[in-house]
Structures are given as C-alpha cells and as structure tokens.
C-alpha cells in the first residue's frame, strides 16, 4: 500500500486548506483512514479518524472545525481544516490500517503552516 498526501501550504490564520491522501494497493473500502499531525518539536498526534461505515472522531482541539470525509471510488480520504489557528502549523500525515493483517501505512507528510 502507497499512500500519497497533498494539499498543504501556508495560509493565514482563519482561512482554509483540504488535505488529500489517496492510496495505491490495499482493500480501501472496509478499513479505518486517519490522519495525525506533528507540530515543530512535538510528538505526533491524532487528528482525526473514520471508520469504514463513516463513523468520525475528533482531536478537541480540531472539533467543529475540521472536516474528515472518505470516498471508497477513488481510495482517498480528505481533511477539510477551516478557521485555521498558528497552533494547527504541522506536518500532516494520513494513516491506512489494514485491518485483515493488522498493518498500518503512513503517506509522507504535508506541511501545513499558519501565521498570526
């Protein structure tokens, strides 16, 4: 499984981004889709999550304002981020769990900055 990011970029605080990630290889549909960040210094953390049926879950930080989707047809998982905040600057990361081995892919990370 390949999983390619896109997407990133700096913007000012209050404005928007979508990350994409899609995936090569694996039985997309039936697993779970994540994706985590990374801030400068910091340990990488969950942002958000959704379950093959579209069931979603949230960092708090990141709740009310980012937006995870799926669409099986074409293996990619989004993450809509609007009112972006300086404290959101990071590198993002998506995240496949094939669940049938267990094993889990990461894609290569997209940057995301936000200025004051």
């Known amino acids: 499984v390949q999983l390619q990011a896109s997407g990133g970029g700096w913007v000012q605080a209050g404005e928007s981004l979508r990350l994409s990630c899609t995936a090569s290889?694996?039985?997309?549909?039936?697993?779970?889709l994540a994706w985590f960040r990374q801030p400068p210094g910091k340990e990488r953390e969950l942002v958000a999550a959704i379950t093959s049926d579209g069931f979603t879950d949230y960092a708090d930080s990141v709740q009310g304002r980012f937006t995870i989707a799926r669409d099986n047809a074409k293996n990619t998982v989004s993450l809509q981020m609007n009112r972006l905040k300086p404290e959101d600057t990071a590198v993002y990361y998506c995240?496949?769990?094939?669940?049938?081995?267990?094993?889990?892919?990461w894609g290569q990370g997209t940057l995301v900055t936000v200025s004051s």
């Open positions: 995240k496949f769990v094939d669940t049938s081995i267990p094993k889990a892919y």
């Open positions: 290889g694996g039985i997309f549909s039936i697993n779970p």
